[in-house]
């Protein structure tokens, strides 16, 4: 059977796929396409897992084709394939589409992203009985608060946030990640404030947690049933692990009982997102020698970015600079006397995202809802939101998806 449909008039693109995915695929010219022919189209192959529409479909196209096979083939995943971005909300809220990927990813983000949508749709390759119907169906899927199985260690990813002074809005990049990254890999992301003495990713979520971090720790980690009941689960489908009550609880976490905890929770999620506390102390350098990757933020001001250069300096010398990384510049404005390449030249490296100074950051903030759910279109969220899909491609906003879930 073959697990993949592409529909499409690039011939490059199919080349591609062809040789990426062998006699898996199979292959329709849009240059076929007539209007209407969707229903066609749909009967042409046995269930495939993915549906894979594009490049150069019309939007017309594209919509058919997405609703005649959803409709024929329930459970199935739709990837989109589309270069323009000013139009791509629209087209993704009026049609059924579970991922979007440009023509120009490598092969192994599509790869990434294939593989992403089978294990989203457990039911989108189960085969079909000579009668044409299914054996089995959407409604055994399990149900969405059961975390999944433990992933392949190669996927899983342990992602540290850390600043040289508080103030710069890693809080706020954290919990807007770890909201993205549970669109498409729900329940199985963690996010853990490792701020011991300040943290406050549970006020900005408003997560009451009968547990914290200090808590967890004490007892919790080396069994795993336990430490899953252990965590809150926030709505947007992600749990958290949030910081000690009282300084007290604080101090008696070490750093090695925080390396043990990511380890535990590493094994159990996809993604393992950690907010550190400012500076380079025991607790985050325990973060940092576990994580696979490292967002550095830092807002205008030149002591800030001063900070970040020491503080990369300093890593990279003692081996601790994750090998993936993202500079996050925040709170720009123009304003604030420098500008983007000014501030890349006091840190000596260019920032891979600049997030523009925002009130929604505020506001989202005193309803406890992240920013990139809370207002879709602010500047800010659009810029955090492609930190997002840097980590997890096919993770773009879709406003029925978002509202549905709030409404919820």
């Known amino acids: 059977m073959s697990r993949y449909l592409l529909v499409s008039r690039s011939a490059d693109f199919e080349t591609r796929l062809e040789s990426m995915l062998g006699s898996a695929l199979t292959s329709v010219s849009g240059d076929r396409l007539k209007p209407g022919s969707g229903s066609a189209v749909a009967r042409t192959i046995a269930r495939p897992s993915v549906a894979i529409l594009g490049p150069l479909l019309s939007y017309e196209e594209t919509r058919e084709l997405s609703l005649e096979l959803t409709g024929r083939y329930p459970g199935m995943a739709v990837l989109l394939v589309h270069s323009g971005r000013s139009e791509l909300e629209d087209w993704v809220d009026e049609m059924i589409v579970h991922a979007v990927i440009d023509p120009d990813a490598d092969d192994a983000t599509v790869r990434r992203v294939l593989d992403r949508l089978e294990e989203m749709n457990p039911n989108a390759a189960v085969e079909t009985d000579v009668d044409g119907g299914d054996q089995g169906g959407p409604e055994s899927a399990p149900p969405i608060d059961v975390i999944p199985p433990t992933p392949d260690s190669d996927r899983r990813q342990v992602i540290a946030v850390v600043a040289p002074k508080g103030g710069q809005g890693k809080t706020t990049i954290a919990i807007n990640l770890a909201t993205g990254l549970a669109e498409v890999a729900p329940n199985s992301v963690v996010l853990v404030d490792s701020d011991l003495q300040f943290g406050d990713v549970g006020n900005a979520l408003d997560v009451v947690a009968v547990r914290t ?16 009941t252990s965590l809150a689960r926030h709505s947007d489908d992600f749990f958290v692990v ?79 600079l994750p090998a993936r990384r993202r500079l996050v510049l925040n709170f720009s404005d123009s304003t604030s006397g420098i500008t983007p390449k000014d501030a890349a030249r006091i840190v000596g490296t260019d920032f891979d995202v600049v997030v523009p100074r925002s009130t929604g950051v505020l506001l989202a903030s005193n309803l406890g809802v992240p920013l990139i759910h809370h207002d879709v279109r602010d500047a800010a969220a659009k810029a955090i939101r492609s930190l997002v899909t840097d980590f997890e491609p096919s993770a773009l906003p879709t406003r029925r998806r978002i509202y549905r879930r709030r409404s919820s």
């Open 242 to 320: 949030p910081a000690p009550r009282t300084p007290e609880d604080a101090d008696n976490v070490s750093a090695e009982d925080l390396a043990r905890l990511i380890t535990a929770l590493s094994a159990i999620f996809s993604y393992v997102v950690i907010d550190t506390a400012p500076s380079l102390g025991d607790h985050t350098l325990a973060v940092l020698e576990n994580a696979t990757a490292g967002i550095f933020v830092s807002n205008m001001s030149v002591p800030a970015l001063r900070a970040m250069h020491s503080e990369l300096s300093v890593l990279a010398a003692a081996g601790l």
């Open 213 to 228: 971090l200090a808590d967890i720790v004490d007892s919790s980690v080396d069994d795993e049933m336990v430490l899953k």
